[in-house]
T-cell receptor, first 115, second 115 residues
Framework: EAGVAQSPRYKIIEKRQSVAFWCNPISGHATLYWYQQILGQGPKLLIQFQNNGVVDDSQLPKDRFSAERLKGVDSTLKIQPAKLEDSAVYLC?????????????FGPGTRLTVT | QKEVEQNSGPLSVPEGAIASLNCTYSDRGSQSFFWYRQYSGKSPELIMFIYSNGDKEDGRFTAQLNKASQYVSLLIRDSQPSDSATYLCAVKGDILTGGGNKLTFGTGTQLKVEL
């Protein structure tokens, strides 16, 4: 079974530029998550989708971050404009459903450096 | 007060010893508890989950939960150098009790198993 795919793996941009990350979840997984992991911290949930609807985006900085999952499969996360404090690893995860018994599988992450 | 607290470590144990990792959480409505292992530069992977008070064993790993004390721990028996990683505690609330359905991570404890 193929895992969660993410691209790019690494990205370096200057502050005030824009950047987009892509995620392809495990086939059949209805729930998709985007996390931000700053060095030395645990992952922080940015947004959770159930199919193509948003379940939770309470911690998404909506003035600069946006995410979509138009067809209920792939998802993109965009930052515009980027700030220095956005330097982090952006992890995409997916699960079969939202219940506690459903394991979240993480992708390899995209390491973003904002200079 | 942080929602999920862990000692950042590093926790150093000799090979073959028992490693004990601890986590406390603030939301009494939390229903399920997870331990993830994260190797440096890699994404988190689920080791164990526990829902009920008491102990849950899986191979060399034992998760312990005490909801009254809002405390969850992970014991690793016969520690091996390959167990050296950061261990993330994660807590999920209950949407029915207002705890939400998102996974909240601690900052992680770095474990070093020395030869």
């Amino acid at each position: 079974e193929a895992g969660v795919a993410q691209s790019p793996r690494y990205k370096i941009i200057e502050k005030r530029q824009s950047v987009a990350f892509w995620c392809n979840p495990i086939s059949g997984h209805a729930t998709l998550y985007w996390y931000q992991q700053i060095l030395g911290q645990g992952p922080k949930l940015l947004i959770q989708f159930q199919n193509n609807g948003v379940v939770d985006d309470s911690q998404l900085p909506k003035d600069r971050f946006s995410a979509e999952r138009l067809k209920g499969v792939d998802s993109t996360l965009k930052i515009q404009p980027a700030k220095l404090e956005d330097s982090a690893v952006y992890l995409c995860a997916s699960s079969y459903g939202t219940g506690s018994s459903y394991e979240q599988y993480f992708g390899p992450g995209t390491r973003l450096t904002v200079t | 007060q942080k929602e999920v607290e862990q000692n950042s470590g590093p926790l150093s144990v000799p090979e073959g010893a028992i490693a004990s990792l601890n986590c406390t959480y603030s939301d009494r409505g939390s229903q399920s508890f997870f331990w993830y292992r994260q190797y440096s530069g890699k994404s988190p992977e689920l080791i164990m989950f526990i829902y009920s008070n008491g102990d849950k064993e899986d191979g060399r790993f034992t998760a312990q939960l005490n909801k009254a004390s809002q405390y969850v721990s992970l014991l690793i028996r016969d520690s091996q150098p390959s167990d050296s990683a950061t261990y993330l505690c994660a807590v999920k609330g209950d949407i029915l009790t207002g705890g939400g359905n998102k996974l909240t991570f601690g900052t992680g404890t770095q474990l070093k198993v020395e030869l």
